[in-house]
């Protein structure tokens, strides 16, 4: 079965600070994936996704993830973090053409004005 | 455009006890994704409907049942209530077949189970 792991359960950072999330995966095959966020109060929602070509994958509000194949990586990161980027972010690998994801357990961000 | 939509948003049951948790899927999706996420953890996959057919299922017991509607929507039920049942429950929706596709998520419904 596959799994993911997010090492960082949480992570505290200020304003301005640089930010990088890991994420591993174990599948062997073809996998899509991704990085989502719930933001305190909301919905997931999507960040980021890689499917295939450029391993660095640019998303919305400055994110970015690289795409690591032989590390089974795929790390989330933004250069100069803001407070509205508290939240919870996950990592989510989909396997196959069968829309079914396996998330990791979350990095829940707390950046201090 | 609607997005994913869940009710009830919050629900309280007892041990034993059965429930129904209900989803209608964004416009133009047709597959429906149902997720437990407990307290702490990332969410874990129930099972996939699409064709008003259980396509996909995860590691849930049999008291997890589900259905899909003509109309794409969906439900969730669970029978025999456990106190581990208390959980956020996920709905996503997604087109049926597209590799690249991404899945959108409802609010959730929260269960608690005293």
């Known amino acids: 079965a596959q799994s993911v792991s997010q090492h960082n359960h949480h992570v505290i950072l200020s304003e301005a600070a640089s930010l990088e999330l890991g994420c591993n995966y174990s599948?062997?095959?073809?996998?899509?994936l991704f990085w989502y966020v719930q933001y305190p109060g909301q919905h997931l929602q999507l960040l980021l996704k890689y499917f295939s070509g450029d391993p660095l994958v640019k998303g919305i509000k400055g994110f970015e993830a690289e795409f690591i194949k032989s590390k089974f990586s795929f790390n989330l990161r933004k250069p100069s973090v803001q407070w509205s980027d508290t939240a919870e972010y996950f990592c989510?690998?989909?396997?196959?053409?069968?829309?079914?994801?396996?998330f990791g357990s979350g990095t829940k961000l707390n950046v201090k004005p | 455009d609607a997005g994913v939509t869940q009710s009830p948003t919050h629900l309280i049951k007892t041990r034993g006890q059965q429930v129904t948790l209900r989803c209608s899927p964004k416009?133009?999706?047709?597959?429906v994704s149902w997720y437990q996420q407990a307290l702490g953890q990332g969410p874990q996959f129930i099972f996939q409907y699409y064709e008003e057919e259980e396509r996909q299922r995860g590691n849930f017991p049999d008291r997890f049942s589900g259905h899909q509607f003509p109309n794409y929507s969906s439900e969730l039920n669970v029978n025999a209530l456990l106190l581990g049942d208390s959980a956020l429950y996920l709905c996503a929706s997604s087109l049926w077949g597209i590799s690249y596709n991404e899945q959108f998520f409802g609010p959730g419904t929260r269960l608690t189970v005293l």
């Open positions: 989510a690998v989909m396997s196959g053409n069968f829309n079914k994801f396996y």
């Open positions: 416009s133009g999706h047709d597959t």
């Open positions: 599948y062997g095959g073809t996998v899509n």
